[in-house]
Every structure is written in structure tokens, then in C-alpha cells.
């Protein structure tokens, strides 16, 4: 059987529908986005999914990745406001939004972002001291993703986050900070020290004032009640009871004694011990009351200017 012309050329055709077909469908995985050039000019952004394309006319460009991307920043030495050098180094998070912008507008995307980051984490820092550069990281932070992502929105990225990870003063530097944190804290010791002294010296002040204040209350209540007791004893005296008087006048005796002997400088008390010896000098002193305030006697005891004796033997 013999071959015509058209045999031939029909599976040809198909085979070149066929090529064609399959060079202008173009799929696209899902975080992509694929820029395509017509005669090297963008024209078009391929979506994840099924997409066509002229075949032999329009290309695929830049595969651009649409998902967040993490970007180390490496280790770099930076001179601080009060001139210590200290090694810095961070990482960086970016999304691409705008594929043509990311393909188009900047050539080397990463590196453009790492070089960007680095210059403005010297700037950033450089102008702080060395004790705002370790105790404000999060203002650092804060201060870089404003400036960085600024930068680079033109190139139609987000950076969603700036973080320095670590900050390395030299070792000299590390040691003298040590220093003086260990005198800072001693200082506040110190301080709460003192100030622990200052409120227990008061404590003790207002502790003798009260005290103070109270024996001196005690002493104004005995002194009360002792010129109540000689008051009582007069009005007793001057109506004519010598028994008040001889229990006031004993009492005192006998508070005097007890005065004497408890002495701790007294080791042998020479006087009148005997109860007799003392029954007859209160009955004389009785008697002398009788004269002085007797209402027949009364006027020849303050006649008389001669003051009595009372006479008492010694043991």
C-alpha cells in the first residue's frame, strides 16, 4: 500500500499541535508568581494554577517567590555613640507583594535587602551608647523595620521583621561592666543598709519617747496620789486623828528603812531596830501632834519655841 502526501503531512500537523499546545500552557506551583516577557518586555504576572501563554512569542520571566523568606544578616563590628566597639549580627524577614516590582525594579533582591539592613543596623546603632544599645533591643528592633522597610517598598517587598540577635562588646569591656554592675549593686546595698539603720534608730527614738512619756505620766500619778495622801492626813490631823498621823509617820519609817538596808553600798546598819523603840517614837510623835493641834494645847505648843526631841538607843 503506498503512502500519499497527506499520510505524512497529518501526523506532522498533529505533532506540531501537540508541541505547541504544551509549550504555551505553563503551570505555576502554589508561592510563586512567574513574570512573562513578550519580546523582553513584561506583559503579564502567571498566578499558581493552570496558564497559558503565545508559544514562540511570550516567555516566562522571573520566577519570583511570593512566600515569607528568612535572610541571616552576618556579623558585623559597629562603633558606638560613646566608642565602644561592639559585633552585631541579626536576621531579617521579607514577603515579595509585587512580583514585577521584586523582578524589575531592583537587580539582586537579597543582597539588595542584606546590604540594606546591615548599612542601617550601623547607622541605627551607632548612635546610641553602649548602655541604651543593651537595654533597648526592642526599641532597636522597632526602629530598624521602620527605616529598612521603607527602603524597600519601592521594590514591592514587605519586611515583616528585624531582629539583632546578639551583641558582643570585648571581652575588656565585658569585664568592666561586670565591675560596675558588682559596685552599682553594692551601692544600693549600702543604701538599703542605711536606710534599714535610719528607720530603726527612729523606731527606737519614738520606742525611748513613749517610754518617757509614760514614766513621766507615772511619776505625775504617784506624785498626785502622795500629795492626795498628805492632804488626806492633814484634814485628818487638823479634826484631831492622831491615828493618821502615827500610820502616815510609820509608814514613811518604814519606807525608809527598807531604803536603807537594800542599799548595795551598806553592809552593817547601826539604828533603832526594836519594835518598842519604834512604837514609842511614833507615840511621841503622837503627842507632839496632840499638842500642836489640841484645842487646849494647841495655844502653849505655839507658845513654846524650844523643839522637841525624841531620843532613841543605839543596839
Do not use: C
Not at 82 to 103: C, E, K, M, T
Amino acid at each position: 500500500m503506498a503512502f500519499t502526501g497527506l499520510d505524512v503531512v497529518i501526523p506532522v500537523l498533529v505533532v506540531l499541535v501537540l508541541l505547541v499546545l504544551f509549550t504555551g500552557i505553563k503551570t505555576v506551583s502554589q508561592g510563586y508568581n512567574y513574570t512573562v516577557e513578550r519580546f523582553g518586555r513584561y506583559t503579564k504576572t502567571l498566578t499558581p494554577g493552570l496558564n497559558l501563554i503565545v508559544p514562540f512569542v511570550d516567555r516566562i520571566g522571573a520566577k519570583m517567590n511570593m512566600m515569607e523568606q528568612v535572610l541571616d544578616v552576618p556579623t558585623q563590628e559597629i562603633i558606638t555613640r560613646d566608642n565602644a566597639i561592639v559585633a552585631v549580627d541579626g536576621v531579617a524577614f521579607y514577603q515579595v507583594l509585587n512580583a514585577p516590582q521584586a523582578a524589575y525594579q531592583v537587580a539582586g533582591l537579597q543582597n539588595a535587602i542584606l546590604n540594606l539592613t546591615m548599612t542601617n543596623i550601623r547607622t541605627v546603632m551607632g548612635s546610641m551608647d553602649l548602655d541604651e544599645l543593651l537595654s533597648n533591643r526592642d526599641a532597636i528592633n522597632e526602629r530598624l523595620l521602620r527605616v529598612v522597610d521603607e527602603a524597600a517598598h519601592p521594590w514591592g517587598i514587605k519586611v515583616t521583621r528585624v531582629e539583632i540577635k546578639d551583641i558582643n562588646p570585648p571581652a575588656n569591656l565585658v569585664e568592666s561592666m561586670a565591675r560596675q554592675m558588682m559596685a552599682e549593686r553594692t551601692k544600693r546595698a549600702q543604701i538599703l543598709e542605711a536606710e534599714g539603720l535610719k528607720q530603726s534608730q527612729i523606731l527606737e527614738a519614738e520606742g525611748r519617747r513613749e517610754a518617757a512619756f509614760r514614766d513621766a505620766e507615772a511619776r505625775e500619778r504617784a506624785a498626785e496620789a502622795e500629795a492626795r495622801a498628805t492632804q488626806v492626813v492633814s484634814e485628818a490631823i487638823s479634826k484631831g486623828d492622831v491615828q493618821a498621823l502615827n500610820y502616815f509617820v510609820a509608814q514613811k519609817y518604814t519606807e525608809a528603812l527598807a531604803k536603807i538596808g537594800s542599799a548595795s553600798n551598806s553592809k552593817v546598819v547601826l539604828m533603832p531596830m526594836e519594835a518598842s523603840s519604834l512604837i514609842g517614837t511614833l507615840g511621841g510623835i503622837g503627842e507632839i501632834a496632840k499638842e500642836v493641834f489640841g484645842s487646849d494645847g494647841g495655844k502653849q505648843s505655839r507658845q513654846s519655841t524650844r523643839p522637841p526631841v525624841v531620843r532613841s538607843t543605839e543596839s
